[in-house]
């Protein structure tokens, strides 16, 4: 129950030393050059319960690229800016594609299956800046106020190398702007895009910021972002295509509503419990840490923070 003593400080290391015997089994994003030196060997996880309580082990200080957990951020960000004709323009169904697919656009007009996969995620974007005209620094305000640290910025080199690298999310582009899916320039969606999954935060800074989602939609400063049923339809979204091809296999061994990202991190929301964010640079093949996985599998095996 909510009331009794939970040692979560014991979960976290029991979750971290499962991890550790398989993070060499992953591989750190090579597509994005900026990233692909990280050390597949680090290790973090923090927990953040819903009145703030947070607790952390390995490396859940160390800054990371965000990468595509900023999308959870921005499609909330848009839909509490009265974005909620965005799901004209983008659908809710898993893709069983990889997150970076042009596949099923031409078939279905230039209408992304989901907000989590690039194509989504970039008319997500666009809804995101014409709303509040910085999506960027919507992201990075929303990020700094729910976790206290006034530090958590884009970095820039990141940006650099994801827009000098950019041609499949150039293409994805530029393809949904032909069926009049993009209403702004695709070169600003497109930076500010990169910016927002530039951004480094750590594993502290993330569970806080997932925290609106396990309080059903209410900031840390109790304020509303989103309805109650925004909430739960967002968690439902995660949860079904939050990892991208590997969804199935994520709820399937996890259990909870989540998003990954190819800089190695993954948040997790109990909603009414709190929220999870494990990072390790080494990836599977679709995109996913192996790390982060085997750790968030572990801490739901051995916690009641579960959905099911
Ligand atoms: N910025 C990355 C990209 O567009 C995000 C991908 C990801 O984290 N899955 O390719």
Same mark, same amino acid.
């Given at each position: 129950?909510?009331?009794?003593?939970?040692?979560?400080?014991?979960?976290?290391?029991?979750?971290?030393?499962?991890?550790?015997?398989?993070?060499?089994?992953?591989?750190?994003?090579?597509?994005?050059?900026?990233?692909?030196?990280?050390?597949?060997?680090?290790?973090?996880?923090?927990?953040?319960?819903?009145?703030?309580?947070?607790?952390?082990?390995?490396?859940?200080?160390?800054?990371?690229?965000?990468?595509?957990?900023?999308? +959870?951020?921005?499609?909330? +960000?848009?839909?509490?800016? !009265?974005?909620?004709?965005?799901?004209?323009?983008?659908?809710?169904?898993?893709?069983?594609?990889?997150?970076?697919?042009?596949?099923?656009?031409?078939?279905?007009?230039?209408?992304?299956?989901?907000?989590?996969?690039?194509?989504?995620?970039?008319?997500?974007?666009?809804?995101?800046?014409?709303?509040?005209?910085?999506?960027?620094?919507?992201?990075?305000?929303?990020?700094?106020?729910?976790? !206290?640290?006034?530090?958590?910025?884009?970095?820039?080199?990141?940006?650099?190398?994801?827009?000098?690298?950019?041609?499949?999310?150039?293409?994805?582009?530029?393809?949904?702007?032909?069926?009049?899916? +993009?209403?702004?320039?695709?070169?600003?969606?497109?930076?500010?895009?990169?910016?927002?999954?530039?951004?480094?935060?750590?594993?502290?800074?993330?569970?806080?910021?997932?925290?609106?989602?396990?309080?059903?939609?209410?900031?840390?400063?109790?304020?509303?972002?989103?309805?109650?049923?925004?909430?739960?339809?967002?968690?439902?979204?995660?949860?079904?295509?939050?990892?991208?091809?590997?969804?199935?296999?994520?709820?399937?061994?996890?259990?909870?509503?989540?998003?990954?990202?190819?800089?190695?991190?993954?948040?997790?929301?109990?909603?009414?419990?709190?929220?999870?964010?494990?990072?390790?640079?080494?990836?599977?093949?679709?995109?996913?840490?192996?790390?982060?996985?085997?750790?968030?599998?572990?801490?739901?095996?051995?916690?009641?923070?579960?959905?099911?």
């Amino acid at each position: 129950g909510h009331n009794e003593r939970v040692n979560y400080q014991e979960l976290l290391l029991h979750a971290m030393k499962a991890a550790r015997p398989v993070l060499d089994r992953g591989r750190p994003a090579d597509y994005i050059p900026a990233l692909a030196c990280a050390d597949p060997q680090r290790f973090g996880m923090a927990l953040a319960t819903v009145d703030g309580e947070v607790h952390g082990v390995g490396d859940w200080r160390e800054p990371f690229s965000v990468q595509s957990i900023s999308k +959870l951020f921005a499609l909330a +960000l848009a839909l509490s800016h !009265g974005g909620a004709t965005l799901w004209q323009r983008v659908s809710r169904e898993p893709s069983g594609n990889p997150f970076n697919s042009l596949i099923q656009l031409e078939s279905e007009q230039g209408i992304p299956r989901n907000p989590f996969i690039n194509a989504g995620a970039l008319v997500v974007t666009d809804a995101l800046l014409s709303l509040t005209g910085d999506a960027r620094g919507a992201v990075v305000d929303f990020l700094r106020q729910e976790s !206290g640290n006034p530090a958590i910025d884009t970095d820039r080199a990141v940006a650099e190398s994801e827009a000098g690298h950019g041609h499949r999310n150039a293409a994805l582009a530029h393809f949904m702007a032909s069926f009049g899916n +993009l209403h702004n320039p695709v070169d600003d969606v497109l930076d500010h895009y990169f910016a927002h999954c530039s951004i480094s935060a750590d594993c502290r800074d993330l569970a806080l910021a997932g925290g609106f989602l396990a309080r059903h939609g209410l900031r840390a400063d109790g304020s509303r972002l989103l309805s109650r049923g925004d909430a739960k339809r967002i968690n439902a979204v995660l949860l079904t295509c939050g990892t991208y091809d590997a969804a199935g296999d994520f709820a399937y061994r996890v259990g909870l509503p989540g998003k990954s990202g190819v800089g190695g991190g993954v948040l997790a929301i109990v909603p009414g419990r709190g929220a999870v964010c494990a990072w390790s640079p080494g990836l599977d093949a679709a995109g996913n840490s192996v790390g982060a996985l085997a750790a968030l599998e572990d801490f739901t095996e051995r916690s009641d923070w579960s959905v099911f």
